[in-house]
């Protein structure tokens, strides 16, 4: 990648961050460190006096900030604050970029506002914290204007490792926002389980390393996950639908009444017994997901 050490000389090139929160104030150390001139506002002016000692220069409104540099950064909390900062600026062929944790139709909003503006969009999901920015551990995926992209691909990597990932400018939204629940799905799986066997009396320690077990299956099972999708062909695999749900039904008695509820199996349940119903009971689990139309009974 790029040495984070080594200063850049990038004379005339300037960056405005609008926002110095957490990811904001990292991404203007970085870029500072870059050799580029920042330019900074925040709605609370006192919040960004540390980053104009260390050499950013304050601006006195937004519409100041967003017309002192190509390229704008807004690193602010929500779309909301995006929307309201937006609607007191033009933007006469300015880059903006959204760093922010939204949906796609926020994302589709904002591009709609800046294209009306003048501008070009970029939407970012950030997936890394405040420390990690400027390490290769760091990835910030974007959508959006692709021109923009290349044109300030040299910023963003100064700032992550980045990762266009389409066209559209909820692209990158839907990503960040599925990556996000994978998570959830997988670290609130491991509470029910660790819930469930501590109220059972078992240790849940030594049920631990055969969890970890667990979860690796999942992991190493992506790749053919994704080519069946791709594919839609669903073998069975470890088992067919039909042995599927009597585990499921199993699975949704045990954990009934538990603090973190059945993980939605109910409705699962329902969707195999469909499929069933309409002759798939030999398909694997994958046909939950997979197109109807592609499968013959």
Known sequence: MFDHRVMVEKSGSRVTVVGTGAIGS???????????DVTVWNR????AAALVAEGAVRAGSVQEAVSSSPLVLMTLTDHAAVRQCLSQVDLPGQTVVGMYTG????????????DELGGRYLDAGVQASPEALGTDAATILYSGSRSAFDQHRAVFDLVSTPRFVGETPEAAAIWDLTLFGLWYDAQLGLLRALDTVRAAG?????????????????????????????????PAGPATLAEHLTVVDHLIDLRSGGHLGTGGL?????????????????????????PPSTRQP
């Open 26 to 36: 990292a991404v203007v150390r970085l870029l500072l460190g870059g050799g580029y």
């Open 202 to 234: 078992i240790d849940m320690a030594e049920f631990g390393d055969t969890a970890s077990i667990q979860l690796n299956h999942v992991i190493t099972a992506i790749p053919a996950t994704v080519a069946e999708l791709r594919e839609a062909s669903y």
């Open 266 to 290: 109910p409705d699962v349940a329902a969707r195999i017994k469909a499929l069933i119903a309409d002759g798939h009971d030999a398909e694997g689990l994958t046909a939950t997901v997979g």
């Open 44 to 47: 609370t002016a006192g919040r």
């Open 103 to 114: 949906t796609a139709g926020d994302a589709r909003q904002a591009a709609a506002q800046v």
